[in-house]
């Protein structure tokens, strides 16, 4: 009997320091990268623009091309969104919803993802114009990982984990508008 309560008081113990830690591990992530476009900003953001257009640019559209996707209202306007829903263990189910464009700039998007698990992100793309034929693009995302899940950031790096695909899709891009192709 005293053996079971030392484990259960170790395991209290342990518990109770995971806690306490997780009260000042960050809780915030962002992920980003950059890539330069040799097309002008306008050509850029006007592509970009269009969510569908991703399916030949982004890793993850590309991952499972039995994936299903459904979509609600104008692609290129503010309320777009994309559904999918994949077998794919990496991919899952979610949406992802056009929420803000400053046009030639900026678009925002809301990412909900409901499997593997439920998570909620936001999703940028940023074009800055390096010259009149040159273009910076720049793909991101931000989120928070609830307490005490913000522990996990101890062991796993969102921007190890998933900024290499935001490169490979932006060297996709890079192909894509440079040889102006569709696929």
């Known amino acids: 009997?005293?053996?079971?309560?030392?484990?259960?008081?170790?395991?209290?113990?342990?518990?109770?320091?995971?806690?306490?830690?997780?009260l000042f591990v960050k809780k915030?992530?962002?992920?980003e990268r950059e890539i330069v476009i040799n097309k002008p900003k306008n050509e850029v953001?006007?592509?970009?623009k269009f969510v569908k257009n991703q399916d030949n640019f982004s890793k993850w559209n590309r991952m499972d091309p039995k994936m299903k996707k459904s979509y609600k209202g104008t692609d290129g306007?503010?309320?777009?969104?994309?559904?999918?829903?994949?077998?794919d263990k990496h991919l899952g189910t979610g949406q992802q919803i056009?929420?803000?464009?400053?046009?030639?700039?900026?678009?925002?998007m809301r990412l909900i993802f409901t499997k593997p698990?439920?998570?909620?992100?936001?999703?940028?793309?940023?074009?800055?114009?390096?010259?009149?034929?040159t273009t910076k693009v720049k793909w991101g995302f931000t989120g928070?990982?609830?307490?005490?899940?913000?522990?996990?950031?101890?062991?796993?790096?969102?921007?190890?984990?998933v900024g290499g695909d935001f490169a490979t899709g932006l060297?996709?891009?890079k192909k894509v508008l440079e040889n102006n192709t569709t696929k």
């Open 144 to 161: 928070a990982y609830p307490y005490p899940f913000n522990l996990m950031r101890l062991v796993f790096d969102m921007d190890k984990e």
């Open 1 to 22: 009997m005293k053996i079971i309560k030392r484990i259960l008081l170790t395991l209290v113990v342990l518990i109770g320091i995971l806690l306490i830690t997780a």
């Open 98 to 108: 056009i929420s803000k464009i400053k046009d030639g700039e900026r678009i925002d």
């Open 77 to 87: 306007q503010v309320g777009f969104s994309y559904a999918w829903d994949s077998k």
């Open 171 to 173: 060297s996709n891009l």
């Open 28 to 31: 915030d992530y962002a992920v």
């Open 45 to 48: 953001f006007q592509y970009l």
């Open 117 to 133: 698990m439920n998570a909620e992100d936001d999703c940028y793309f940023i074009t800055e114009s390096v010259d009149a034929n």
